[in-house]
């Protein structure tokens, strides 16, 4: 049996049907900006494999990381234990982040950090006596991942929720953002969000949202002085606030964090995704002294400890990558990736199947009116050698910061042609 009939017939691949799923395509390797398959196509890589590649594949650096700490300790379990390189990503982690985070909880996925983000604001104001701040408030259009408490935040819509409301935690949406990233914030744009957190506060343990950047509930950008009016709305009625950068950390934007841009400071941030620059599976919850301190009060305990937490494996891969990204010149890359993604796609607004054409940091947008024929959209890219995997209506790309301008502009140029397939 070949390896692709065993797949279809046994193994469950992301968001497709285990009977009648998706097409997969084998990959043999990757290196660099390229996935190479088992037929030998090469394909320039525009996902990063899911934001986490920002280093390319296969990174000496990392796979130097990564072996050396095979050798000396793969995994030990974190309760009444510690080690090296989990203290040193946790003190890289409070070094790079807003001064206010100092305490780190290592989880295994972005999902159980948001799940973990979840509970320390629950906890937080049972410990200190307001045990009806249980709920959470979000906006439309966000994605924190696919578990029940993470899935209870996404997008009711996008989120498919609808199989689930029987047993998901009822949470406060607010409208999604509207004003885009260039605009201001107005009264009008922010009317939806107060009226909800004035109503709630009384029963909100914190707002949960994506910075700026909304990734997978539907790529939309918005202006950061709607977070920053997040942040003093949060403020000003006792609510917490988590910040979902598990997409964005680690220079995606063009700021090391998203949050950045609006110039505030989460009570409590997720961060995953690359952090490991794509090797290892990773992620961490940062909280404020104040979060910490609260939960832990009245000889309080945080009752969460993943089998895996602290692995040394991953840590020891994301020291590497993170010290990897600070030597680079991330930011004028970011901004370079940013420039060439804008004219690359820019011509893609021409076609009459497109509605929008949007460019972030190392993001590239392309939002069509219809969704997608997955299959025939991902044969034609994989045809004209570029790795696109859209969702939907969405065509997107977040490519490894490591991309040559020529592989960008054959990312591009790809895409336009495909787009142009389209209409
Ligand atoms: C991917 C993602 C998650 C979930 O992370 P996993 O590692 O897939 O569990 C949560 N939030 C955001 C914003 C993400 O992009």
Same mark, same amino acid.
């Given at each position: 049996?070949?390896?692709?009939?065993?797949?279809?017939? #046994?193994?469950?691949? &992301?968001? @497709?049907?285990?009977?009648?799923?998706?097409?997969?395509?084998?990959? =043999?390797?990757?290196?660099?900006?390229?996935?190479?398959?088992?037929?030998?196509?090469?394909?320039?890589?525009?996902?990063?494999?899911?934001?986490?590649?920002?280093?390319?594949?296969?990174? &000496?650096?990392?796979? =130097?990381?990564?072996?050396?700490?095979?050798?000396?300790?793969? #995994?030990?379990?974190?309760?009444?234990?510690?080690?090296?390189? *989990?203290?040193?990503?946790?003190?890289?982690?409070?070094?790079?982040? &807003?001064?206010?985070?100092?305490?780190?909880?290592?989880?295994?996925?972005?999902?159980?950090?948001v799940e973990v983000a979840i509970k320390m604001a629950i906890q937080y104001w049972y410990v200190i006596g307001k045990p009806k701040k249980n709920r959470l408030m979000t906006v439309r259009n966000g994605y924190h991942g696919d578990t029940i408490g993470c899935m209870s935040v996404c997008d009711p819509v996008n989120g498919m929720h609808s199989m689930f409301t029987s047993i998901l935690p009822k949470?406060?949406?607010?409208?999604?953002?509207?004003?885009?990233?260039?605009?201001?914030?107005?009264?009008?744009?922010?009317?939806?969000? =107060?009226?909800?957190?004035?109503?709630?506060? #009384?029963?909100?343990?914190?707002?949960?949202?994506?910075?700026?950047?909304?990734?997978?509930?539907?790529?939309?950008?918005?202006?950061?002085?709607?977070?920053?009016?997040?942040?003093?709305?949060?403020?000003?009625?006792?609510?917490?606030?988590?910040?979902?950068e598990i997409a964005t950390g680690f220079g995606r934007t063009g700021t090391m964090f998203a949050s950045e841009k609006a110039g505030i400071c989460p009570d409590i941030m997720c961060v995953g995704k690359s952090i490991t620059g794509g090797m290892m599976t990773l992620a961490a919850t940062l909280a404020t002294k104040e979060v910490a301190e609260g939960i832990s009060s009245k000889g309080g305990v945080f009752?969460?400890? &993943? @089998?895996?937490?602290?692995?040394?494996?991953?840590?020891?891969?994301?020291?590497?990558?993170?010290?990897?990204?600070? =030597?680079?010149?991330?930011?004028?890359?970011?901004?370079?990736?940013?420039?060439?993604?804008?004219?690359?796609? *820019?011509?893609?607004?021409?076609s009459s199947a497109v509605a929008d054409v949007r460019c972030l940091g190392a993001i590239g947008v392309v939002e069509l009116k219809e969704p997608v024929d997955m299959e025939s959209i991902q044969q034609e890219f994989v045809k004209r050698g570029v790795w696109v995997r859209p969702f939907g209506k969405l065509v997107y790309v977040m490519p490894p910061y490591i991309i040559s301008n020529l592989e960008l502009e054959a990312l591009t140029s790809a895409i336009c042609e495909v787009i142009g397939l389209q209409g």
């Open positions: 049996m070949s390896i692709l009939d065993f797949d279809r017939e #046994h193994i469950w691949h &992301p968001y @497709t049907s285990a009977t009648n799923p998706l097409k997969v395509f084998p990959v =043999k390797r990757t290196e660099g900006v390229k996935i190479i398959l088992e037929d030998g196509t090469e394909l320039i890589d525009g996902m990063a494999s899911w934001w986490c590649a920002v280093h390319g594949y296969n990174h &000496p650096v990392l796979r =130097k990381a990564l072996c050396d700490q095979a050798e000396v300790m793969p #995994h030990v379990m974190f309760g009444g234990l510690t080690h090296e390189p *989990a203290v040193e990503l946790a003190r890289k982690l409070v070094d790079i982040s &807003p001064e206010p985070l100092q305490h780190v909880f290592l989880a295994d996925s972005g999902s159980v950090s949470h406060i949406f607010a409208e999604s953002p509207e004003c885009g990233f260039e605009e201001g914030c107005s009264d009008e744009h922010f009317a939806d969000f =107060k009226s909800k957190i004035e109503e709630h506060a #009384h029963e909100l343990a914190a707002v949960i949202l994506e910075p700026v950047v909304q990734g997978t509930g539907g790529m939309r950008f918005y202006s950061p002085e709607y977070l920053k009016r997040v942040r003093e709305a949060c403020d000003e009625h006792n609510v917490l606030l988590i910040c979902d009752m969460h400890g &993943p @089998t895996f937490m602290g692995n040394p494996l991953a840590c020891a891969v994301a020291n590497a990558s993170i010290d990897l990204l600070l =030597k680079s010149n991330w930011k004028e890359r970011v901004a370079e990736i940013s420039e060439l993604l804008c004219s690359g796609l *820019a011509p893609c607004a021409k």
